[in-house]
């Protein structure tokens, strides 16, 4: 875990889960990071599989660092590539998941080019 900080705002780097999943297009400005500030944590980043995933429910995308986790488990939808869409997972144990990857009828598998944009925020 990388901390800095600019401007009064904290940057925390949170673990990606490599065996899973890689910034998208190979970018690393686009791995997952957090911008900390007054109690509130916000967290982006764009990723994409790194090997196929086979039904994608409850894959770990990154871990995010004790001190800085949710007090309550968070979800949210996120749009996927083309029309998929995707509940993503924040737990109070730390770990960010992509789960329920659908087209909207059916869960998917999901190649390697899938694009996986988030953002959520939280008080913690």
Same mark, same amino acid.
């Given at each position: 875990m990388?901390?800095?900080?600019?401007?009064g705002? *904290?940057?925390? !780097?949170?673990?990606l889960?490599?065996?899973k999943?890689?910034p !998208?297009?190979d970018?690393?400005?686009? *791995?997952?990071i957090?911008?900390?500030?007054n109690g509130?944590?916000?967290?982006v980043?764009m990723?994409a599989?790194?090997v /196929?995933?086979?039904?994608?429910?409850?894959?770990?995308?990154?871990t995010?660092?004790?001190? !800085?986790?949710?007090r309550f488990?968070l979800?949210?939808i996120? /749009?996927?590539?083309?029309?998929?869409?995707?509940?993503?997972?924040v737990?109070t144990?730390g770990d960010?998941l992509l /789960?329920?990857?659908?087209?909207?009828?059916v869960? /998917?598998?999901?190649?390697?080019w899938?694009?996986?944009p988030f953002?959520?925020?939280?008080v913690?």
């Open positions: 990388a901390v800095s900080t600019i401007i705002t *904290k940057i925390v !780097y949170p673990t889960n490599t065996a999943f890689k !998208y297009n970018n690393e400005e686009n *791995k997952p957090m911008y900390v500030r509130v944590v916000t967290l980043g990723v599989p790194s /196929q995933l086979s039904d994608a429910d409850g894959h770990l995308i990154c995010i660092p004790e001190g !800085y986790r949710p488990e979800h949210s996120m /749009q996927g590539s083309g029309t998929a869409r995707w509940d993503l997972r737990t144990s960010v /789960q329920r990857y659908s087209d909207n009828t869960a /998917q598998s999901l190649p390697t899938v694009f996986l953002h959520a925020t939280w913690f």
